[in-house]
């Protein structure tokens, strides 16, 4: 299962641009959801990016803050990592939101 974020412009509400798509495996769950991280995407619906921007600011700083205890998270399986959540999911989203801060978040999951 995975995560899959759309920002949504306000005035059409369409989400097939791949540029405001993010997809990513539950498997890193355990790094969003550690207490200093607190980053929790399934209460994004419906929100505008700029209500969130702060959360990922935060959550980004302090997964770069100890990159070993969440490296020490990284899934068995190899579903997910550290590095891929930062460069390809959270960089990304806090780039868009903040370009685009009234856009709208889809959530599923």
Do not use: Q, R
Not at 17 to 33: A, C, G, Q, R
Request: with cysteine; hydrophobic share 35%.
């Amino acid at each position: 299962m995975s995560y899959d974020v759309y920002l949504l412009c306000p005035y059409c509400k369409k989400h097939d641009d791949d540029e405001h798509w993010w997809n990513y495996t539950f498997n890193i769950s355990p790094m969003l959801y550690d207490k200093d991280v607190n980053i929790d995407i399934k209460k994004w619906d419906n929100k505008k990016a700029k209500e969130i921007i702060s959360e990922l600011e935060e959550g980004i700083k302090a997964l770069k803050a100890n990159p070993e205890k969440y490296i020490a998270m990284n899934p068995s399986n190899n579903w997910g990592d550290y590095n891929t959540l930062l460069s390809c999911f959270l960089k990304p989203m806090l780039k868009a939101f903040k370009e685009n801060p009234n856009f709208i978040i889809e959530v599923s999951y």
